[in-house]
């Protein structure tokens, strides 16, 4: 089928309290592998890139194999900007063809990133594509954007006014999670996300999902997460398989070799974690 946006995936997703996974791909085998394991699952499934992944690339290049992997098959695909770091390389990807759109402006001010939100999401609403936004910082290090100082935490109140003010269609809430490989094991404020639950009606978003405990993750979901980042974790599966098979047969020269247990890794923790979303069967 044709990619979709994430609009209807995610409404679906609230009424019907579970989540979708919104997996970070690097590669042609990344995204066949996310998309093999939503088909397996009957799963509804976002594809996302961050700033630096198109950079390394560009958007066109991934676009076009989101697009062919979607044509393959019969469950619901879309493709994502995660993080986009300005108003142009949003409209950048929207130019391209993405059907859903972040922009990150919880670096900035709380009225400035009221502002390019705004902007970005006035600019998307014609052609139905929508909007994610984060308010609060989620620590670490996401791309090139460090997590930053001072409260990292979503208030309820302000989310509300985000919302309200900016148009936005889904929120990155900020409750505890950092972007990269956590130290120890993460606490997060769930009821901060029940009280932001309770402001808000749009679909909550939770980033920085890698290595934080599937029951806890479950958790979330219960309390209104209807769409769930994993990235740190897919890089760690690929990267495993192609040194278990350099390490085994370090004289391999061809590509395919590797990179075909590096895609059979992904797409196993892939169907772990929409198990854990309860998206499966979904599609």
């Known amino acids: 089928m044709t990619l979709v946006t994430t609009k209807e995936m995610l409404l679906k997703a609230q009424k019907e309290h579970y989540a979708v996974g919104a997996f970070n791909v690097e590669n042609m085998e990344m995204v066949q592998a996310v998309v093999a394991a939503a088909q397996e699952m009957q799963s509804p499934v976002i594809l996302q890139t961050t700033p630096s992944t198109v950079k ?3 958007l066109d290049y991934f676009y076009a194999n989101a697009k062919v992997a979607a044509q393959k098959a019969t469950v619901p695909v879309a493709i994502h900007l995660d993080h986009g770091s300005s108003f142009e ?3 950048q990807a ?19 990133n009221i502002r390019v939100t705004k902007a970005v999401a006035d600019a998307c609403r014609p052609s139905g594509i929508p909007v994610e936004a984060e308010l609060g910082k989620v620590g670490g290090k996401e791309d ?16 509300a006014e985000f919302v ?16 990269g490989v956590y130290k120890g094991i993460p606490r997060l404020d769930v009821e901060r996300l029940s009280e932001i639950r309770k402001a808000v009606s749009i ?18 979901i219960r309390r209104g997460i209807c769409k769930v980042n994993y990235a740190t974790d897919l890089r760690i599966a690929f990267s495993e398989g192609v040194k278990e098979v350099l390490e085994e047969k370090p004289e391999t020269i061809d590509p395919k070799k590797y990179n075909a247990v590096g895609r059979e890794k992904v797409k196993q923790y892939v169907i772990g974690k929409i198990r854990v979303c309860g998206s499966d069967g979904k599609a």
């Open 164 to 179: 309200d003010a900016s148009g936005v269609d889904s929120l990155a809430v900020a409750i505890g999670t950092a972007h």
């Open 56 to 58: 390394y690339a560009d």
């Open 94 to 112: 929207y130019r391209a063809g993405y059907t859903s759109i972040m922009i990150d402006g919880s670096h900035e001010s709380f009225q400035e």
């Open 89 to 91: 390389l949003a409209m």
């Open 203 to 220: 679909p909550l978003v939770l980033h920085g999902t890698s290595g934080v405990p599937d029951e806890t993750v479950r958790e979330c």
């Open 144 to 159: 090139d954007l460090e997590g930053g100082d001072g409260n990292p935490y979503t208030d309820p109140q302000e989310a």
